[in-house]
């Protein structure tokens, strides 16, 4: 009888490479400092059935960070029928690595189908962290990426929302300094509110522009549409931010909550939703994930190797855990 293949998106990972990573990571864990922002992180990660296997290698690059976050929490989602769901075996043990490595491990396990954005939707729900740091289930951090953003809300109160840059490939990823930080090309507040209103808002009835980037997945979302406006061009990067990777201070979601339609683009629907509303986002040009699109999840699996994780990795241990 032929093996079954995974289905489309799924990325495989053999349980020995699973063990290894999580087994490293809880020695690396070892080397995360005290967050010098005062700030409370709360790291949530929306996940599917098919999705819970680079989990634990995302998991992993965020303990061999150099600052950890306060709490971790997972909401996993089942399938519609209720059969695609993640073995409990599988489920207890991620709990029982990272348990042991940071301060608080939750697990939200929901049997049903969900959205990205109920899935975000809970897990925000259980947060208590000042700073709401979201991060797919399948994309590797840089090992300065919590670090960074808790520096930069610190750094600006005014500040709700923070996008950030990405690469296909965590051999990009270079230390950062408090200097370097103070220099990066940035889409400010005011830009990013233009955009909207410009690109949006004269485009269409205010009401209607905003019932459209609230509700639907009309073009206004997509993702060129965010990528080649000009306020971008000063980046010079092709595709500058994955709105699914964003922080936000926790108070955003008292007043924004995630769309929870099933089809592609809560994200930017949310993204647009924050911009148009709060009028307080930004942009900065640091890339801090290794992004890893479903249909290139083979090739993921080498080019976003969590750095900071395995024999032969990058020491991360001297990389600054930034001041405020």
């Known amino acids: 009888m032929a093996a079954?293949?995974?289905?489309?998106?799924?990325?495989?990972?053999?349980?020995?490479?699973?063990?290894?990573l999580a087994r490293e990571a809880h020695a690396l864990a070892?080397?995360?400092?005290?967050?010098?922002?005062?700030?409370?992180?709360?790291?949530?990660?929306?996940?599917?059935?098919?999705?819970?296997?680079?989990?634990?290698?995302?998991?992993?690059?965020?303990?061999a960070g150099v600052v950890h976050p306060d709490e971790v929490i997972v909401s996993l989602s089942g399938s519609a029928d209720g059969r695609a769901r993640v073995a409990r075996s599988r489920v207890e043990r991620l709990r029982g690595t990272f348990a042991r490595v940071f301060s608080r491990v939750v697990l939200l396990e929901h049997a049903g189908e969900r959205s990205a954005g109920e899935n975000r939707n809970a897990a925000g729900a259980h947060a208590s962290g000042d700073v709401l740091v979201f991060s797919d289930a399948d994309d590797v951090p840089h090992p300065q990426r919590l670090a960074v953003l808790a520096h930069w809300f610190?750094?600006?109160?005014?500040?709700?929302?923070?996008h950030h840059t990405w690469v296909r490939s965590t051999a990009s990823f270079r230390p950062w300094t408090e200097r370097e930080l103070g220099a990066v090309r940035r889409v400010s507040p005011g830009e990013l509110?233009?955009?909207?209103?410009?690109?949006?808002?004269?485009?269409?009835?205010?009401?209607?522009?905003r019932a459209m980037v609230s509700r639907t997945r009309s073009r206004l979302l997509a993702p060129e549409m965010l990528t080649q406006m000009p306020v971008f061009q000063p980046l010079r990067t092709a595709a500058p931010i994955h709105t699914g990777n964003l922080a936000l201070r926790r108070e955003v979601l008292a007043r924004v909550r995630w769309p929870t339609f099933r089809e592609a683009g809560e994200d930017k629907a949310f993204s647009w939703s924050v911009v148009a509303q709060l009028r307080a986002a930004i942009v900065i040009e640091v890339p801090l994930v290794?992004?890893?699109?479903?249909?290139?999840?083979?090739?993921?699996?080498?080019?976003?190797?969590?750095v900071g994780v395995g024999i032969d990795s990058v020491d991360v241990s001297r990389w600054p855990t930034l001041g405020r």
């Open 4 to 20: 079954r293949r995974p289905p489309p998106g799924h990325v495989v990972i053999s349980l020995a490479a699973l063990l290894l």
């Open 30 to 63: 070892a080397n995360a400092r005290p967050n010098p922002s005062g700030l409370r992180i709360s790291l949530l990660v929306p996940c599917t059935p098919a999705h819970f296997g680079p989990l634990n290698r995302t998991l992993s690059a965020y303990a």
């Open 154 to 162: 610190a750094k600006e109160p005014a500040v709700q929302m923070l």
């Open 193 to 209: 509110a233009r955009a909207f209103d410009v690109h949006c808002a004269e485009r269409y009835p205010p009401v209607v522009a």
């Open 290 to 306: 290794c992004y890893c699109e479903s249909r290139l999840a083979a090739a993921c699996s080498s080019a976003c190797a969590p």
